[in-house]
């Protein structure tokens, strides 16, 4: 399944993205349509084009793309993908291998030699981690690894939610 999340859905655009769904965010859409905020038939239209999910809190929207849409309740990232697995049955099962960017959406790539990025990364995270993932967009490049934050998400989760 990809996804475009309309944009009051920033944080949880980052957390798809790091659980390996391709979702775009509303906002990364504005130089593309040239308008800021980007209209909901903008959205509608690129979701159809593209063949994307909307993921939203507007209703408005919503009820103008039912047929392919989530309509999310509430507050609260961990409360968005309890109801995400609910209503479209999603694993959120962490894979540094799988994950995508989560500033961008593009695909990573394992580090081969970690030396490659030891000026990228802090000193101490260098030390700890051998593992190593770096963006494929030559404009982001950002580096990732399977740090605590991730352990933290994976505990909320498991221990809030009734993921399985």
Not at 22 to 34: G, K, S
Not at 55 to 80: A, R
Not at 94 to 101: E, G, M, S, T, V
């Amino acid at each position: 399944m990809k996804f475009l999340a309309d944009a009051m859905l920033g944080k949880l655009t980052r957390f798809l993205r790091i659980f390996g769904f391709d979702t775009i965010y509303a906002n990364d859409l504005i130089d593309y349509f040239q308008l800021d905020p980007v209209p909901d038939e903008k959205l509608i239209e690129y979701a159809k084009r593209n063949g994307r999910i909307i993921i939203t809190k507007d209703y408005d929207l919503y009820k103008h793309y039912t047929e392919k849409s989530f309509f999310l309740n509430g507050e609260g990232i961990y409360n968005y993908l309890k109801q995400l697995n609910k209503q479209c049955g999603l694993k959120f099962k962490f894979n540094l291998k799988r994950a995508r960017c989560s500033i961008c959406n593009s695909q990573l790539q394992r580090v081969e030699n970690k030396n490659s990025i030891k000026k990228l990364v802090l000193e101490e995270t260098y030390n700890n981690y051998d593992e190593f993932y770096q963006c494929l967009n030559l404009q982001c490049k950002k580096i990732y690894w399977q740090g605590s934050h991730i352990e933290d998400i994976e505990y909320k989760l498991s221990n809030t939610l009734d993921f399985d």
